[in-house]
C-alpha cells in the first residue's frame, strides 16, 4: 500500500522561500504529483515528477528523490494567495491513473 | 469548456436516505474519478472508471455505487445514508496520457 506524510502546517512570511516535504511508504509508484487547494475550493494541479530531480515551473518547483522516498514543493516569492493547502499524491501501479493523496499541509503566508 | 461539473453543491440528508450526486465532464475524458475528502484530511478515493462501461473499486468504496454509461457523465449512489458519509465529495477526470486530474467545484453533504 501506499502511505504519504507531510507536515499539518507550515507558515512563512510574504517574499520567502517555503519548503514542504513529503515523505512516504509505498511498493512502487508511477510519479509524484502536487496539488494546491484553497479552502472551499476544488485541488488543482500544480507539478508531476516521473523521475528523481527538479521539475521548475515558474514560482514553484518540486522535487523528488526515490532513493530516499522523498519529495518537495518549493515555493518561492510567497505571495499572500498562496495560502492554501497542498498535497501530495502517487500514482501507484495497476490501471486507471488512480492518485493515493498524503494528508496535506495547510501553508500560512502573513505579512 | 466547462470542464468537470458536479450537482448538487450542498446537500443535507437524513441517516437511511439516498441520493446520487451527479458529475459530468465535457473534455472527452476516458478517466474519471470519485473521491471524498473529510475535514482536515487528504482525498480518498472510492471509485473510478477507466471508460464507459467499465468502474472499479478504489480505496474506501463500502456505501457507495456508481455506473458509467456515457463517456461524459460518473454518478456516485449513496443507497442508505450514514453519518460516517459526511463528508465533501470530489470528481475528477484526466485522459490516459496525461498525470493531470481536472476536479469539480465538490458537493458538501452532510447527513444527520
Known amino acids: 500500500g501506499q502511505s504519504l506524510e507531510q507536515p499539518s502546517e507550515v507558515t512563512a512570511v510574504e517574499g520567502a522561500i517555503v519548503q514542504i516535504n513529503c515523505t512516504y511508504q509505498?511498493?512502487?509508484?508511477?510519479?509524484l504529483s502536487w496539488y494546491q487547494q484553497h479552502d472551499g475550493g476544488a485541488p488543482t494541479f500544480l507539478s508531476y515528477n516521473a523521475l528523481d530531480g527538479l521539475e521548475e515551473t515558474g514560482r514553484f518547483s518540486s522535487f523528488l528523490s526515490r532513493s530516499d522516498s522523498y519529495g518537495y514543493l518549493l515555493l518561492q516569492e510567497l505571495q499572500m494567495k498562496d495560502s492554501a493547502s497542498y498535497f501530495c499524491?502517487?500514482?501507484?501501479?495497476?490501471?486507471?491513473?488512480?492518485?493515493?493523496f498524503g494528508t496535506g499541509t495547510q501553508l500560512k503566508v502573513e505579512l | 469548456n466547462a470542464g468537470v461539473t458536479q450537482t448538487p453543491k450542498f446537500r443535507i440528508l437524513k441517516i437511511g436516505q439516498s441520493m446520487t450526486l451527479q458529475c459530468t465532464q465535457d473534455?472527452?475524458?476516458?478517466?474519471m474519478y470519485w473521491y471524498r475528502q473529510d475535514p482536515g484530511m487528504g482525498l480518498k478515493l472510492i471509485y473510478y472508471?477507466?471508460?464507459?462501461?467499465?468502474?472499479d473499486k478504489g480505496e474506501v468504496p463500502n456505501g457507495y455505487n456508481v455506473s458509467r454509461s456515457t463517456t461524459e457523465d460518473f454518478p456516485l449512489r449513496l443507497e442508505l445514508a450514514a453519518p460516517s458519509q459526511t463528508s465533501v465529495y470530489f470528481c475528477a477526470s484526466n485522459s490516459g496520457g496525461s498525470n493531470e486530474q481536472f476536479f469539480g467545484p465538490g458537493t458538501r453533504l452532510t447527513v444527520l
Open positions: 472508471s477507466v471508460g464507459a462501461g467499465i468502474t
Open positions: 473534455m472527452n475524458h476516458n478517466y
Open positions: 499524491a502517487v500514482r501507484p501501479p495497476g490501471g486507471g491513473n488512480k492518485l493515493t
Open positions: 509505498t511498493s512502487g509508484f508511477y510519479g
